[in-house]
């Protein structure tokens, strides 16, 4: 009796008959060709270490930003404490030429009026302000309504920094990491930035040990003040891109560049491999969530930005530098690289 339901199971009978023998020929050969040519492994060609394996660098990105507002002595002290081995400061200048630390342009997201004071002089331009219009504001408030979770009332009224006040906080006993932030809106920034660290004594610690970096999206300023002291140790930073792109830039940059720091999305071995071929360092830029520091740290790269300081400290552990030391070893490793070319 003919069958629908037998002729059906014998159909399929025949095509898993078929296809295990397809699978069985793919595997077999897949092993032949295996044997011929191996599967190129990514590390054969690329360096899995930072630069003469020095310290991977902890940035406090903005200070200690995911538990304090960005750029308040808060943010930098709490940065501080959790093994951050630099401070980042992102500069504007106001309208009377004085650099202060914030990362936007303009006033409108972080800062709010002290009590009795007007709206009008914390909204706008940084640069259309003078300082004294800017000790009229706070910024500290805002983050405890976007983070309620690590909101704090001693956050509410703290100002905005002036560069030399936070180098006179700090003096010689952190490094920092500072962002020449829209430097063609604000003539003179670079000058002005070496005069305070001229004045502060850390010329010479920048040059001889890292003390300061100095980094910049653009290629521009920090030409200028590659002109200005050649010895300043230079951070380029890309916007987000691809590693090829940056690559393509890597010859341009170590002209003037110790080091490079691209978007954390565009970091791969190639280019891990290609920057440390030309002594640059890689501090790739805001790496939070532990798992991604740890992919990052296993393709090389020689630090990286984070607004939480104590996530990299505990992945790093015992391998995470004290003090300042990380930025002396990673200027040694960088000498050493350079020496060998
Ligand atoms: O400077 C590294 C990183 O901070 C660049 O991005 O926008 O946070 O300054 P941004
Ligand atoms: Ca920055």
Same mark, same amino acid.
């Given at each position: 009796?003919?069958?629908?339901?037998?002729?059906?199971?014998?159909?399929?009978?025949?095509?898993?008959?078929?296809?295990?023998? /397809?699978?069985?020929?793919?595997?077999?050969?897949?092993?032949? /060709?295996?044997?011929?040519?191996?599967?190129?492994?990514?590390?054969?060609?690329?360096?899995?270490?930072?630069?003469?394996?020095?310290?991977?660098?902890?940035?406090?990105?903005?200070?200690?930003?995911?538990?304090?507002?960005?750029?308040?002595?808060?943010?930098?002290?709490?940065?501080?404490?959790?093994?951050?081995?630099?401070?980042?400061?992102?500069?504007?200048?106001?309208?009377?030429?004085?650099?202060?630390?914030?990362?936007?342009?303009?006033?409108?997201?972080?800062?709010?009026?002290?009590?009795?004071?007007?709206?009008?002089?914390?909204?706008?331009?940084?640069?259309?302000?003078?300082?004294?219009?800017?000790?009229?504001?706070?910024?500290?408030?805002?983050?405890?309504? /976007?983070?309620?979770?690590?909101?704090?009332?001693?956050?509410?009224?703290?100002?905005?920094?002036?560069?030399?006040?936070?180098?006179?906080?700090?003096?010689?006993?952190?490094?920092?990491?500072?962002?020449?932030?829209?430097?063609?809106?604000?003539?003179?920034?670079?000058?002005?930035?070496?005069?305070?660290?001229?004045?502060?004594?850390?010329?010479?610690?920048?040059?001889?040990?890292?003390?300061?970096?100095?980094?910049?999206?653009?290629?521009?300023?920090?030409?200028?003040?590659?002109?200005?002291?050649?010895?300043?140790?230079?951070?380029?930073?890309?916007?987000?891109?691809?590693?090829?792109?940056?690559?393509?830039?890597?010859?341009?940059?170590?002209?003037?560049?110790?080091?490079?720091?691209?978007?954390?999305?565009?970091?791969?071995?190639?280019?891990?491999?290609?920057?440390?071929?030309?002594? @640059?360092?890689?501090?790739?830029?805001?790496?939070?969530?532990?798992?991604?520091?740890?992919? @990052?740290?296993?393709?090389?790269?020689?630090?990286?930005?984070?607004?939480?300081?104590?996530?990299?400290?505990?992945?790093?552990?015992?391998?995470?530098?004290?003090?300042?030391?990380?930025?002396?070893?990673?200027?040694?490793?960088?000498? /050493?690289?350079?020496?060998?070319?």
């Amino acid at each position: 009796m003919y069958s629908y339901a037998r002729t059906r199971s014998g159909a399929i009978g025949a095509i898993v008959l078929v296809s295990a023998l /397809a699978l069985a020929a793919l595997i077999l050969s897949g092993t032949a /060709a295996s044997a011929e040519k191996p599967a190129k492994d990514a590390s054969e060609n690329v360096s899995t270490s930072t630069l003469g394996d020095a310290p991977v660098l902890n940035i406090g990105h903005r200070g200690a930003s995911g538990y304090a507002p960005e750029h308040t002595f808060a943010s930098y002290d709490l940065a501080i404490q959790m093994g951050a081995d630099y401070i980042e400061q992102d500069l504007q200048m106001t309208a009377d030429g004085v650099l202060v630390v914030m990362h936007d342009k303009t006033l409108n997201r972080t800062a709010n009026p002290l009590e009795g004071e007007p709206t009008r002089n914390c909204r706008g331009l940084v640069s259309k302000k003078t300082l004294d219009q800017l000790r009229s504001c706070e910024v500290g408030s805002w983050f405890n309504e /976007a983070y309620p979770q690590y909101a704090n009332p001693d956050y509410v009224g703290l100002q905005i920094p002036t560069l030399e006040e936070v180098f006179q906080r700090y003096g010689k006993s952190v490094n920092y990491y500072i962002e020449t932030k829209n430097p063609k809106a604000a003539p003179g920034m670079e000058e002005e930035l070496l005069r305070l660290m001229d004045k502060y004594g850390l010329t010479r610690p920048a040059a001889e040990n890292w003390q300061v970096l100095i980094q910049s999206f653009s290629s521009e300023s920090l030409q200028k003040i590659h002109d200005l002291n050649e010895s300043l140790p230079l951070i380029q930073l890309y916007w987000a891109g691809s590693s090829k792109a940056i690559q393509r830039d890597l010859d341009n940059a170590s002209e003037y560049a110790v080091g490079i720091g691209p978007y954390k999305k565009d970091v791969d071995a190639a280019l891990v491999s290609a920057a440390h071929d030309r002594c @640059l360092a890689v501090h790739p830029y805001t790496v939070n969530e532990t798992a991604e520091m740890e992919s @990052l740290i296993d393709l090389g790269v020689d630090g990286m930005f984070t607004n939480f300081p104590d996530r990299l400290d505990a992945l790093l552990g015992d391998e995470a530098a004290g003090g300042k030391s990380g930025a002396v070893k990673a200027s040694n490793a960088s000498d /050493a690289c350079q020496a060998g070319l």
